[in-house]
């Protein structure tokens, strides 16, 4: 019943920027948690950035400084605010939610990828 829709995706050259956005609907009791990663082919898939539903962010070093997480709790919307793009972020980035839809343990689920491209 839970369901995680990202948009926001795109090409732009280095350094430009996008910002990504994920809505979380359906049956949701709470949020803990939500973030972004990201899986470039060939790659692993990576922590990009997550913010928790008090504020607290984390980011991966290699996007410190260039991308902002911030969320809209009212929306149970997670924004990705991503400025001087490198190449080398280019990947599909995956919205992320860790929730529980009732009083059982939280879980994660994933919403289906957003395809951004930085050209050198």
């Known amino acids: 019943q839970v369901q995680l829709v990202e948009s926001g995706g795109g090409l732009v050259q280095a350094g430009g920027s996008l910002r990504l956005s994920c809505a979380a609907s359906?049956?949701?009791?709470?949020?803990?948690?939500m973030g972004w990663y990201r899986q470039a082919p060939g790659k692993q898939r990576e922590l990009v950035a997550a913010i928790t539903s008090g504020g607290s962010t984390n980011y991966a070093d290699s996007v410190k400084g260039r991308f902002t997480i911030s969320r809209d709790n009212a929306k149970n919307t997670v924004y990705l605010q991503m400025n001087s793009l490198k190449p080398e972020d280019t990947a599909v980035y995956y919205c992320?939610?860790?929730?529980?839809?009732?009083?059982?343990?939280?879980?994660?689920?994933w919403g289906q990828g957003t395809q951004v491209t930085v050209s050198s």
């Open positions: 359906g049956s949701i009791f709470s949020i803990n948690a």
């Open positions: 992320n939610a860790d929730l529980r839809t009732g009083w059982g343990f939280p879980y994660d689920y």
